[in-house]
Nanobody, 114 residues
Framework: VQLQASGGGLVQPGGSLRLSCVAS????????MGWYRQAPGKQRELVAI???????RYIDSVKGRFTISRDNVKNTVFLQMNILKPEDTAVYYC?????????WGQGTLVTVSS
């Protein structure tokens, strides 16, 4: 599975961004798609993930502000990020859990700053 993410950038606190990630390759093996992030000096953490059945879960710090969605026809996962805070600043990675290994996109930088 290959993943191509896009949509990062610089935004002011309180603003919004939408990340996209397109999957290609062995897409028939995909059971879930999600987003992780890694802030400077911190460990990578799961932000949100959505299973093929539409079930989703979020890290507590983004609940009510971020929404994950999928377009299964286009093999794309989105992360709508609203009411962004400086602490959301990180490199965001698209992820597909796999058998024995996970697949990762190249990362897209989100900077929340005034």
């Amino acid at each position: 599975v290959q993943l191509q993410a896009s949509g990062g950038g610089l935004v002011q606190p309180g603003g919004s961004l939408r990340l996209s990630c397109v999957a290609s390759g062995s897409i028939f093996t995909i059971n879930a798609m999600g987003w992780y992030r890694q802030a400077p000096g911190k460990q990578r953490e799961l932000v949100a993930i959505m299973s093929n059945d539409g079930t989703s879960r979020y890290i507590d710090s983004v609940k009510g502000r971020f929404t994950i969605s999928r377009d299964n026809v286009k093999n794309t996962v989105f992360l709508q990020m609203n009411i962004l805070k400086p602490e959301d600043t990180a490199v965001y990675y698209c992820n597909v859990p796999g058998e024995g290994t996970d697949y990762w996109g190249q990362g897209t930088l989100v900077t929340v700053s005034s």
